[in-house]
């Protein structure tokens, strides 16, 4: 089992910058998928980044070159830098782990933190 907490929302105006975080703790595999989704009131949720434990990154094109994903595999956290920040990126932000590298691996989500956009 694996518990995911993330911290870091908040209320930003447009062109700002804020930081989530996300530990994980629990029984972690070596190798593990994190990252971040989104979801925006009324709208389906969608991601924004995930990174590998090996340090291969995928990020939505809707946030490269505004966003970057990194992590701390001692520590088992993962972290959003978001900067150049625009209303539509308002959402409640996911942190998600898929634990292990088989098609087996279980999915894991935290509870979600707030990231508002002001403009």
């Known amino acids: 089992q694996v518990q995911l907490v993330e911290s870091g929302g908040g209320l930003v105006e447009t062109g700002g910058s804020l930081r989530v975080s996300c530990a994980a703790s629990g029984t972690i595999f070596s190798i593990n998928t994190m990252g971040w989704y989104r979801q925006a009131p009324g709208k389906q949720r969608e991601l924004v980044a995930t990174?590998?434990?090996?340090?291969?990154?995928n990020y939505a094109d809707s946030v490269k070159g505004r966003f970057t994903i990194s992590r701390d595999n001692a520590k088992n956290t993962v972290y959003l830098q978001m900067n150049s920040l625009k209303p539509e990126d308002t959402g409640v932000y996911y942190c998600k782990m898929r634990n292990g590298a088989t098609i087996t691996a279980r999915h894991y989500w935290g509870q979600g933190t707030q990231v508002t956009v002001s403009s």
């Open positions: 990174i590998i434990s090996t340090g291969s990154i």
